[in-house]
């Protein structure tokens, strides 16, 4: 496998005010194109057998990442738990993250009902668990190949079988899983032996929820749970209790407990509950600040390339006594404003008309203004 570090910056507000600013490392790998390919076959087969597992023990809402069949998203799953606190009243939300997901081979045993796993089954529980990963930073490195634009002069591919047991194998670039644990995150299966490991606690936790006649959603590693008051202590500590069941954690300082208040026929919190990059407070719905953050700092930066590539090409054009042409904005309309179908802002209204949700118009509202004026003044500063 190939392996790249994926960095996420988060930018906090503390209580005094100041501004926290973290980097998330996130180590993302991806298989050799036949290995992607066995691995989508089996994680296919293995997908069946879990939503039927799903059904039988009546937990299928409960889990909603990584199901594509279900035809819903994050807006839909983010939409039926914010309906559900402001129909329920006053409730105590609370909002877990776990750190990280091994293996289970029990579970892999459970879903195909076998006492031992089929040699094709064990052979690809073991490619997982026993991977090796190859850095891909120092492998472009070894190729010359741009990390920027990995495909510059029509290359299709990274290298040849020779070249790789030659330049890669040979020269000690390759990595082994030094754990007999774990599983690879961004293969083709991690998403779903993600959700087959937490199989025997997402029956055990919503089993106790729906009890207590609350809600209990698990999308990944993030789990949300809603209820009155009298049961939320109770379920926190089963909640406790069932995650060291299965050899996780819960991250503590991510743990979040909101208590919504009926305050006459208006519903207040102290602090607004984050789900699924969503913000609501009892009366408003909003996209994540960060989110929305993200995506103009996004914004900026592809409009200093544009523009430094047409300052390029302007050089090139005045050698050639050609006439220089205007700034070509095309992708950038597409990507970053109304014009584009499946891009941030597409998103945002897409949520905002399901949720019924005004204010996360509001937060795009300006962002045409804030394009134009981001290309005149990288414009200015770039090309006069």
């Known amino acids: 496998m190939l392996r790249w570090i994926s960095q996420t910056r988060k930018v906090k507000r503390k209580a005094d005010g100041t501004l926290e600013e973290k980097t998330k490392d996130r180590p993302i790998s991806y298989a050799?194109?036949?290995?992607?390919?066995?691995?989508?076959?089996?994680?296919?087969?293995?997908?069946?057998?879990?939503?039927?597992?799903?059904?039988?023990?009546?937990?299928?809402?409960?889990?909603?990442?990584?199901?594509?069949?279900?035809?819903?998203?994050?807006?839909?799953?983010?939409?039926?738990?914010?309906?559900?606190?402001?129909?329920?009243?006053?409730?105590?939300?609370?909002?877990?993250?776990?750190?990280?997901?091994?293996?289970?081979?029990?579970?892999?045993?459970?879903?195909?009902?076998?006492?031992?796993?089929?040699?094709?089954?064990?052979?690809?529980?073991?490619?997982?668990?026993?991977?090796?990963?190859?850095?891909?930073?120092?492998?472009?490195?070894?190729?010359?190949?741009?990390?920027?634009?990995p495909r510059a002069t029509g290359r299709s591919r990274i290298c040849s079988p020779n070249d790789f047991r030659e330049r890669v194998r040979a020269k000690g670039l390759i990595q082994k899983n030094g754990n007999r644990y774990g599983i690879p995150q961004g293969s083709p299966m991690s998403a779903i032996l993600s959700n087959i490991y937490m199989l025997d606690?997402?029956?055990?936790?919503?089993?106790?929820?729906?009890?207590?006649?609350?809600?209990?959603?698990?999308?990944?590693?993030?789990?949300?749970?809603?209820?009155?008051?009298?049961?939320?202590?109770?379920i926190e500590d089963l909640v406790m209790a069932q995650i060291k069941t299965v050899k996780l954690e819960i991250q503590p300082e991510k743990t979040k407990r909101q208590h919504f208040r009926s305050n006459g026929d208006r519903l207040t919190v102290d602090e607004p509950l984050q789900y699924l990059g969503f913000l609501f407070d009892g009366a408003r719905i909003l996209v994540r600040n960060g989110s929305v953050s993200r995506y103009y700092r996004k914004m900026r930066a592809a409009v200093s390339l544009v523009v430094q590539t047409k300052r390029k090409h302007d050089r090139i054009r005045a050698h050639q006594g050609k006439p220089l042409q205007q700034l070509k904005r095309r992708k950038l309309n597409i990507r970053y404003s109304y014009v584009g179908r499946h891009n941030f802002l597409s998103y945002a209204q897409r949520a905002a008309k399901k949720m019924s949700a005004p204010a996360i118009r509001k937060q795009v509202k300006r962002h045409w203004k804030k394009l134009n004026a981001e290309v005149d003044k990288v414009a200015t500063k770039l090309l006069l």
């Open 32 to 149: 050799a194109h036949k290995d992607a390919a066995i691995y989508s076959y089996y994680g296919h087969l293995l997908s069946g057998r879990y939503e039927s597992e799903l059904a039988a023990i009546g937990i299928s809402d409960s889990i909603t990442a990584f199901r594509p069949d279900t035809g819903r998203c994050n807006i839909d799953f983010a939409h039926e738990a914010l309906e559900w606190i402001r129909n329920q009243g006053e409730c105590v939300a609370i909002a877990f993250d776990i750190k990280s997901f091994f293996d289970k081979k029990a579970q892999w045993r459970r879903l195909l009902k076998v006492e031992r796993l089929p040699d094709d089954h064990f052979a690809v529980f073991s490619s997982l668990t026993r991977f090796a990963f190859a850095d891909r930073t120092a492998v472009f490195k070894e190729f010359g190949i741009s990390p920027h634009n």
């Open 201 to 234: 606690f997402d029956a055990a936790v919503s089993e106790r929820v729906q009890a207590a006649d609350g809600l209990y959603r698990r999308y990944c590693d993030d789990m949300l749970i809603v209820l009155s008051l009298e049961h939320a202590q109770d």
